[in-house]
Structure formats: C-alpha cells, structure tokens
C-alpha cells in the first residue's frame, strides 16, 4: 500500500476515535485513510519529525513528535487541516509541556488530555495544564521518561516508563 505517491518508513499506526486509519512518518507526514484500504491521503506534514502519537480529540488532530530541536512538540490540527495550536516545550504558561519528545497523547473520558514524553507527563483539563514528574513526592511516577499511555475502561490511566515500570492513576 502506498501513502501518496511514494513509500514511506512508517512510525506511527493507529485506529483514533472517530475509526479512520492515520499514518505517522519518520518525515512527519500524517496520512489519513478515506473509505478503502489502500486509499490513504495526505493530511499533514510538519517535516523532519518523527510521528511518535496522533490522537481525535475534541474534533481535532493531535500529533505528537519525537524531536529535541525548535521543531518537536505538538500540533493540533482541524479537520480543515489547518493549524488549530501547538504545544512546545519553550512556551510558557498554558501550551508548555515537559518535553518535545512526545511520545503518547490520550484522552480520559473526563476530559483530560493526557500527555508522555521523554521528561514527564502533562494533564490538560478544564483549569489548564498540570505536570506530573518525579519531583513530586509520592506523585506515583517511578521514572520521568514515558513510553506508553492506557486509559482503561474505569477511566484510570496507565503509564508505562523506561526502567521504572508502571504507574496507575
């Protein structure tokens, strides 16, 4: 199956919410599938970024990347494919998160946006953006680095961590 009209090294593979197919490239390229396997089309490109995560939330597109540089972070975007905001490290106050090494964005029933990355987790909810790291004692979190997010069926969040196993809230 082709994406466009070139192959491409795919990193992320995901069925979001609303049940279509996105494709993330280690190009930064998102692809979208539209009624048939192998029609997948362009819906993105936020180039030299790793795809790491892409999310349907509140009708929009998040996307996270995987990049250290003045290029990673998160892109939200509408379903007209037009930049809605973005969440960077170097920002402050609401659209700061902890790392432009995103690697996991999930949304609890709740309505938290919840947010892994290579230096902690970001909670974003109705008040605004909350993180969560291991400088906060008793917060849980056994290692900074996040790999993996999981919300269950109870509405709880798992996070799965590099060298520190898991945490449950």
């Not at 490239?25 to 029609?39: D, K, S, Y």
């Amino acid at each position: 199956i082709k994406l466009g009209a070139q192959h491409h090294w795919v990193s992320f593979l995901g069925r979001v919410e609303n049940g279509q197919i996105y494709v993330g490239t280690m190009a930064g390229e998102v692809f979208i599938n539209q009624n048939h396997i192998a029609n997948f089309i362009p819906f993105y490109s936020f180039a030299s970024n790793r795809v790491t995560t892409i999310s349907h939330i509140h009708n929009n597109i998040w996307i996270g990347f995987d990049n250290m540089n003045e290029s990673g972070g998160i892109v939200v975007v509408g379903s007209d494919r037009k930049l809605v905001k973005s969440y960077r490290k170097e920002y402050h106050g609401d659209k700061h998160i902890p790392s432009n090494r995103v690697r996991k964005i999930v949304k609890r029933k709740n309505g938290e946006i919840w947010i892994g990355s290579a230096e902690g987790l970001a909670v974003i909810d109705s008040i605004g953006i909350h993180y969560i790291d291991q400088k906060q004692p008793f917060n849980g979190l056994p290692h900074i680095s996040i790999h993996d997010l999981y919300v269950d069926h109870n509405d709880g969040v798992w996070v799965g961590t590099w060298s520190g196993g898991l945490a449950y809230y």
